[in-house]
């Protein structure tokens, strides 16, 4: 499975990006799916995972402002996010896991700064 991520940008403080991660073939069997980021000089986290019962976990951080969704349709997992604050600067990085595979997306960079 191939991960295309994109949607990242530069974006002020109390703003909104929805990130989308693109999937080479159906996700319909894919387990799980997730935004992890990595902020510079930092270790790479989990921000939000869904799995295909539709089940959705979030980081202390990000709750309430953060939502992950998937569209089996269209092969694609969202991450809506809004409320930015400079702390949620990072690259982020969509990944997937089917039974014992894992497949990681290239970064899209968020920088929210004003």
């Known amino acids: 499975v191939q991960l295309q991520a994109f949607g990242g940008g530069l974006v002020q403080p109390g703003g909104s990006l929805r990130l989308s991660c693109a999937a080479s073939?159906?996700?319909?069997?894919?387990?799980?799916m997730a935004w992890y980021r990595q902020a510079p000089g930092k270790q790479r986290e989990l921000v939000a995972i869904?799995?295909?019962?539709?089940?959705?976990n979030y980081a202390d951080s990000v709750k309430g402002r953060f939502t992950i969704s998937r569209d089996n349709a269209e092969n694609t997992v969202y991450l809506q996010m809004n409320s930015l604050s400079p702390e949620d600067t990072a690259v982020y990085y969509c990944?997937?896991?089917?039974?014992?595979?894992?497949?990681w997306g290239q970064g899209t960079l968020v920088t929210v700064s004003s």
């Open positions: 990944y997937a896991r089917r039974y014992s595979y894992v497949y």
């Open positions: 073939e159906s996700i319909s069997t894919i387990n799980a």
């Open positions: 869904i799995t295909s019962g539709i089940t959705t």
